[in-house]
């Protein structure tokens, strides 16, 4: 149903020229987006990031669109100002996968746009329980997969049922957090080396050194090890997000401003871990929350952002989505009788991996 309304509202706005309409009633004064791999082989990735085809449509369309490619900085100074001359997008990538430079930079370099990345130290270090990667690479690589913690079998054997498979372990560790260090044992036993995955997938840190002096690109904390930090204590919540940061100063030597929360969901960040950012010496902090920035006045610690990554996200659904169609949806749909709107928004709302 969410859908089928997205995509008649889309389609009757743009048949009906309406488009302009609904931006200026819905759509936000400015966009973050958020991308984790920017994906060569799309399919046998099993479409969990994004591909270069939707990348590179997306940032053609805002410019085309006439938003303006900024920092996530200057973004956030235009807003204070209540500039309204022009729509700002700001685009993030989470992890620092070695694919955001090989084949998401020359598409940014062409378009002349700015870009940050949120890297977590243990992914440059190799030790970061990068257990969405462990994940994949045991069901594409399995026509059957046991995870014992879940106390499920699942029977992968193409394409379509493997990405159901690996939806259903996502979802279960993102109800607890803590699920996530139960899998160790399940890939000890595939032979799935999570360090091997790190230096598979991840800049090390002299490629980041080198990403770090373009000057397109500009360089967040995404804490130390990538856990959730409301699973840890004050202590050690306070120590992932200045020990990452020091890590990254020194290793760059460049100031380190702007942080990611990892998973970024209302589980995973709250008040506490705004405070502890901002006592850190953040200047800011993104999340998973899914909307756009409205203007004025916000929180500067609790940014939310638009996701680009996985097979539900089309070129018809992230333009519906930043022309103010979707909002438009989610109001429809907030007039459907209860069973049928809390069925659609939790689809909404459903988070990412990392």
């Given at each position: 149903?969410?859908?089928?309304?997205?995509?008649?509202?889309?389609?009757?706005?743009?048949?009906?020229?309406?488009?302009?309409?609904?931006?200026?009633?819905?759509?936000?004064?400015?966009?973050?987006?958020?991308?984790?791999?920017?994906?060569?082989?799309?399919?046998?990735?099993?479409?969990?990031?994004?591909?270069?085809?939707?990348?590179?449509?997306?940032?053609?369309?805002?410019?085309?669109?006439?938003?303006?490619?900024?920092?996530?900085?200057?973004?956030?100074?235009?807003?204070?100002?209540?500039?309204?001359?022009?729509?700002?997008?700001?685009?993030?990538?989470?992890?620092?996968?070695?694919?955001?430079?090989?084949?998401?930079?020359?598409?940014?370099?062409?378009?002349?746009?700015?870009?940050?990345?949120?890297?977590?130290?243990?992914?440059?270090?190799?030790?970061?329980?990068?257990?969405?990667?462990?994940?994949?690479?045991?069901?594409?690589?399995?026509?059957?997969?046991?995870?014992?913690?879940?106390?499920?079998?699942?029977?992968?054997?193409?394409?379509?049922?493997?990405?159901?498979?690996?939806?259903?372990?996502r979802d279960w560790v993102h109800q607890d957090y803590k699920r996530a260090a139960l899998l160790a044992a399940t890939f000890e036993r595939a032979g799935i080396s999570t360090s091997a995955l790190n230096d598979r997938y991840f800049l090390d840190p002299r490629e980041l050194q080198?990403?770090?002096?373009?000057?397109?690109?500009?360089?967040?904390?995404?804490?130390?090890?990538?856990?959730?930090?409301?699973?840890?204590?004050?202590?050690?919540?306070?120590?992932?997000?200045?020990?990452?940061?020091?890590?990254?100063?020194?290793?760059?030597?460049?100031?380190?401003?702007?942080?990611?929360?990892?998973?970024?969901?209302?589980?995973?960040?709250?008040?506490?871990?705004?405070?502890?950012?901002?006592?850190?010496?953040?200047?800011?902090?993104?999340?998973?929350?899914?909307?756009?920035?409205?203007?004025?006045?916000?929180?500067?610690?609790?940014?939310?952002?638009?996701?680009?990554?996985?097979?539900?996200?089309?070129?018809?659904?992230?333009?519906?989505?930043?022309?103010?169609?979707?909002?438009?949806?989610?109001?429809?749909?907030?007039?459907?009788?209860?069973?049928?709107?809390?069925?659609?928004?939790?689809?909404?709302?459903?988070?990412?991996?990392?």
């Amino acid at each position: 149903m969410r859908q089928l309304i997205k995509h008649s509202l889309f389609y009757g706005a743009k048949g009906l020229g309406l488009l302009s309409t609904c931006r200026r009633l819905f759509a936000g004064r400015a966009v973050i987006l958020m991308f984790h791999e920017i994906q060569r082989d799309y399919r046998s990735e099993l479409m969990t990031g994004a591909s270069v085809e939707i990348f590179e449509f997306l940032v053609d369309w805002l410019q085309r669109e006439g938003w303006v490619i900024v920092s996530l900085q200057e973004c956030l100074e235009r807003l204070a100002e209540d500039d309204r001359s022009r729509r700002y997008a700001v685009i993030t990538f989470d992890d620092g996968y070695r694919d955001n430079v090989s084949v998401a930079l020359p598409i940014l370099e062409r378009h002349n746009a700015p870009f940050t990345v949120y890297v977590p130290t243990d992914a440059l270090n190799r030790t970061m329980h990068c257990w969405w990667l462990g994940v994949r690479e045991l069901i594409r690589s399995r026509e059957e997969v046991t995870i014992d913690a879940m106390g499920a079998r699942l029977r992968c054997p193409d394409e379509r049922r493997k990405r159901a498979a690996l939806g259903k372990v996502r979802d279960w560790v993102h109800q607890d957090y803590k699920r996530a260090a139960l899998l160790a044992a399940t890939f000890e036993r595939a032979g799935i080396s999570t360090s091997a995955l790190n230096d598979r997938y991840f800049l090390d840190p002299r490629e980041l050194q080198r990403l770090s002096r373009h000057p397109l690109a500009l360089v967040g904390g995404h804490t130390t090890s990538h856990r959730a930090l409301t699973d840890l204590d004050e202590t050690s919540a306070r120590a992932e997000l200045i020990d990452n940061r020091n890590y990254l100063e020194n290793l760059l030597q460049l100031p380190v401003r702007h942080l990611a929360f990892p998973y970024g969901t209302v589980g995973a960040c709250g008040l506490r871990e705004e405070y502890l950012a901002k006592e850190a010496g953040y200047a800011s902090a993104v999340t998973t929350r899914h909307d756009q920035l409205t203007g004025g006045r916000v929180n500067p610690f609790a940014l939310p952002r638009i996701g680009v990554d996985g097979a539900h996200v089309t070129k018809v659904s992230i333009v519906a989505r930043l022309s103010g169609v979707q909002l438009a949806a989610q109001a429809l749909l907030a007039r459907l009788p209860h069973r049928h709107r809390s069925k659609e928004a939790s689809r909404l709302t459903r988070p990412t991996a990392g």
